[in-house]
């Protein structure tokens, strides 16, 4: 059974950065490609960057230029670089993988930009 287990998140004041890992364990099946995702308070969920097998990345209008994303060569981990934070990235955020066979997600991590 594949497993994603994220860390990285906490509070940070407006300007800040925080680096969001996510790491999957398992057996891991037709790899497409990994997400990050995220859901502030009252609000629905935001796709916030994606990165496929081959790096190919792309990213939300409200991340692009302060967000970046990768992945270490030849595991399934995903990194989420948060520059310039803002109150407004306030959220969970949910690491993603996607196969062909189907999808897993993770349990969530904490982001609070407040100061």
């Known amino acids: 059974q594949v497993q994603l287990v994220e860390s990285g998140g906490g509070l940070v004041q407006p300007g800040g950065s925080l680096r969001l890992s996510c790491a999957a364990s398992g057996r891991i099946l037709n790899f497409v490609a990994m997400a990050w995702h995220r859901r502030a308070p009252a609000k629905e969920r935001e796709l916030v960057s994606t990165i496929s097998g081959g790096g190919i990345t792309s990213y939300a209008d409200s991340v692009k230029g302060r967000f970046t994303i990768s992945r270490p060569n030849a595991n399934y981990a995903v990194y989420l670089q948060m520059n310039s934070l803002k109150p407004e990235d306030t959220a969970v955020y949910y690491c993603?993988?996607?196969?062909?066979?189907?999808?897993?997600w993770g349990q969530g991590t904490q982001v609070t930009v407040s100061s």
């Open positions: 993603h993988l996607i196969t062909w066979g189907g999808n897993c």
